[in-house]
Each structure stands twice: as structure tokens, then as C-alpha cells.
């Protein structure tokens, strides 16, 4: 394309004037308002895992892929596979993110079982600490979110994940990561993978629901956060985690 | 005095060319930053609601329902209740918004029922696995069992 001088001035002057008449950035780049129906006050996002139900089948992956669009060889959601020896060190795998399930174990000598990982959606969350420009935060509901038209690709946020579940995306060169489905719960649906999940392994939990099954749950079992010693205040709680989970 | 004024004038215009820059930055900063942003907190308020705006891929089951309201009966006595209809037939949004547009493929059966039931130690012990070999010599799952609502 050529521009002249006088295109150039063209374009500045309708800039300026777009400027003066107060056009917000929404309006440039076209964001869409929030839902009347749904209020960021009235939730707290988080999720609720029984390891002692998950069998390692990669729905929830496969399903995340799909609904999130994620890239090959990346992942917002994954699945590990545990085999812990006494006296060893555990042995962990996770094939691809178990995205096609596991290869089968016949190690019956060994405490083993699948441990599904996946953004904390922390409230006090390291990554949201050191984004220098406030491309990640906490949402008033209560989901780690980026802005992909803020984010500047500095990596700091992944480097600052103790969970390692940020990646930069490779086309977009943003920071990418589970939005807890924040597109589907704000209309009333479950995550992807919570609604692929097939034994009800992971549950997406509203903590401001008073009816939410959450606060039995958290009532009738021994739950635990990961790595707590980073007092992250991490939201996604595992029944019956075992110590040697990191 | 106009000694004074004469030495201060060294300082004046720096003064000068200092506050010239600060109305700038002031200026670009009201222009380049949103109004939006610090709404809620240290960004852009109106993110929330493009990150919400996103379609969705996996339209629920109780989408599904309205129309397989047959299937979804069958279904629903069995032993696989709890699995939704999107967990084997992959997502279907695009379906539920345009049934005719929009056919559904058949699942991968030889994988499908293999993911969840092939037996491996580090499964629930409850759960019901069987080695896939030895159990049906490559024999696809749905020829005996009706996936809708296994029997054992």
C-alpha cells in the first residue's frame, strides 16, 4: 500500500478526532459488554478433585484441546501418572499430557494413581503479582485471567507459576492458560472438562453457592491444596492427596 | 536582583522543558490507556467480557436431552449415567445450533472404550478394567455391549 503525505495527514487528523470525541478503547477494539444475567459478585470460582476417582483417561484433556482451542504439545489442563516406590523416589509420567490416556501399568507392587493438574486459580497468585503491565489478574469471581491485547509475552507470569501451568502461545505470543472455562461458567455451564470428565473426578465449585455439594465436601473429607507451603491460596482442592504429589 | 534572575534563568528553562515533557506523558498516558483500566482492578475492566464472549465448543448435555430424549432415558437407568453424551461423541455445539448442517461422527470405538477400561495398576481398584487382548482379541467393544447402558 502507498501512502502519501496527505494520506498520512488524513489518518492522523481522523485519529485525533476519533481521540477528541472521547471513543473508548472498547470501541476500537470491539469488546463485547458482560452478561446482564450474570454477576461477578455473586461467584468464587474453584474446583474440587478425588484423585481416588480419576482413571487416567485424557477426557478432560482431549476436552480442553478442543473447547480452548489449545495448541499441539501444549497444555491447560494435563494428567499424571504416579508410581511411588517406598524408600524411591516416585516416578511420574504424563505422555503428552495423557491427552490419548496412558500407556497401561502393570506395576501392582507399587502404590500408583492419576493426578489431574490444572491452573490453581490462586487469590493470592504469584503470576498476577509480577505481570508488569496487568495483563493477568484475579477476576472479582475469582479466575486467573490474561488479556491477550495487554499481554507483552515477557514470560514472567510462567517462570512465576509454582504449578508450571502457563505457557506462551506460539502463534499468538501472549501468555496462555486455563480460564477455568470463564466463556462457558459465565453462561451457566460447567467447564469442558468437567463436563467430559466421566467419573466426576473434577468438579467446578461456585464457593458463594450456599447450595453448592463444595461445603459438604469440604466438610466430609481431608483435602488439601498443592504445594501449600506457597501459600498461593490456591482454590483447586484434592481429596486424599498423597504426600508425594508436587 | 537581575544578576539573580540571570543565573536562575539556567534553571528556569530546564524547569520548563521538564514540565513540557510531563504534560506530554500526562497527555499520551489519557490517550493510550483505557478508561476501563483499574475499573475492578490493575487492568482492563472490559476484558471479563471478551474473555466471556468467546463461543463454546461443547454444548452440555442438557442440550442434547431436549432432542435424544430416547437415548438420554436408556441412558440414564445404566451404568454409565454419569457419563456425559459429549464425553464419547466429542463436541457437538455446532450440532445442537444446526442439527441438519452439523452430523455427528460415530466414535472411535476400538480407542473409546479402551481409554477408560483397559487395565492398568494404577486405576481405582472398584473400577471395572479388563485387559483389552486377552478379553475380546481385538473384537470391537460395542459387539457384545451396548454402550448406552452396559450390563457385566
Not at chain 1, 500407556?103 to 503470576?127: E, G
Not at chain 1, 455451564?189 to 470428565?197: I, R
Not at chain 1, 501459600?231 to 483447586?236: E, F, G, N, Y
Request: charged residues 25%; glycine residues 8%.
Amino acid at each position: 500500500m502507498d501512502l502519501s503525505r496527505r494520506d498520512l495527514f488524513k489518518i492522523g487528523g481522523k485519529l485525533l478526532l476519533l481521540a477528541s470525541a472521547g471513543a473508548t478503547f472498547d470501541e476500537i477494539v470491539g469488546a463485547a459488554p458482560p452478561s446482564e444475567a450474570y454477576r461477578t459478585a455473586d461467584h468464587w470460582w474453584g474446583m474440587i478433585i478425588d484423585i481416588d476417582k480419576c482413571i487416567g483417561c485424557g477426557s478432560c484433556v482431549r476436552a480442553c484441546s478442543e473447547e480452548n482451542h489449545v495448541p499441539d504439545g501444549y497444555f491447560r489442563t494435563w494428567v499424571e501418572r504416579y508410581q511411588v516406590e517406598e524408600g524411591k523416589q516416585p516416578v511420574v509420567d504424563s505422555p503428552k499430557g495423557a491427552i490419548d490416556g496412558f500407556p497401561p501399568s502393570t506395576r501392582a507392587d507399587v502404590k500408583s494413581f492419576f493426578v489431574p493438574k490444572l491452573c490453581n486459580q490462586c487469590a493470592a497468585s504469584p503470576c498476577v503479582q509480577v505481570c508488569p503491565v496487568g495483563a493477568t489478574f484475579v477476576s472479582p469471581d475469582g479466575v486467573v485471567l490474561v488479556d491477550e491485547t495487554y499481554c507483552l509475552g515477557c514470560r514472567y507470569c510462567i517462570q512465576a507459576c509454582p504449578y508450571g501451568c502457563r505457557y506462551l502461545h506460539p502463534e499468538k505470543h501472549t501468555v496462555d492458560k486455563c480460564t477455568l472455562c470463564y466463556h462457558r461458567i459465565t453462561k451457566g455451564l460447567t467447564t469442558a472438562c468437567c463436563e467430559n470428565c466421566p467419573t466426576g473426578a473434577r468438579q467446578l465449585v461456585d464457593f458463594k453457592d450456599p447450595k453448592d455439594p463444595v461445603h459438604e465436601f469440604l466438610r466430609n473429607n481431608k483435602v488439601e491444596v498443592l504445594k501449600p507451603y506457597m501459600a498461593t491460596q490456591a482454590k483447586v482442592y484434592y481429596k486424599d492427596l498423597d504426600g508425594a504429589v508436587r | 536582583m537581575s544578576r539573580l534572575f540571570k543565573t536562575a534563568g539556567h534553571l528556569i528553562r530546564p524547569a520548563l522543558v521538564l514540565l513540557a515533557g510531563l504534560g506530554l506523558f500526562l497527555v499520551i498516558r489519557a490517550v493510550i490507556v483505557p478508561k476501563d483500566f483499574g475499573k475492578y482492578g490493575h487492568y482492563r475492566g472490559a476484558s471479563l467480557g471478551m474473555i466471556s464472549a468467546r463461543p463454546i465448543s461443547y454444548a452440555g448435555q442438557d442440550q442434547c436431552v431436549l432432542c435424544h430424549d430416547d437415548e438420554a432415558k436408556v441412558h440414564s437407568t445404566g451404568k454409565h449415567a454419569g457419563v456425559r453424551c459429549e464425553a464419547c461423541h466429542g463436541a457437538l455445539a455446532k450440532h445442537a445450533d444446526d442439527p441438519g448442517a452439523n452430523k455427528p461422527k460415530l466414535p472411535d470405538v476400538a480407542n473409546l472404550c479402551r481409554r477408560c477400561h483397559e487395565k492398568d495398576a494404577a486405576k481405582p481398584k472398584g473400577f471395572p478394567q479388563v485387559d483389552t487382548v486377552a478379553h475380546s482379541q481385538g473384537i470391537l467393544c460395542n459387539t457384545c455391549h451396548q454402550p448406552h447402558n452396559p450390563h457385566l
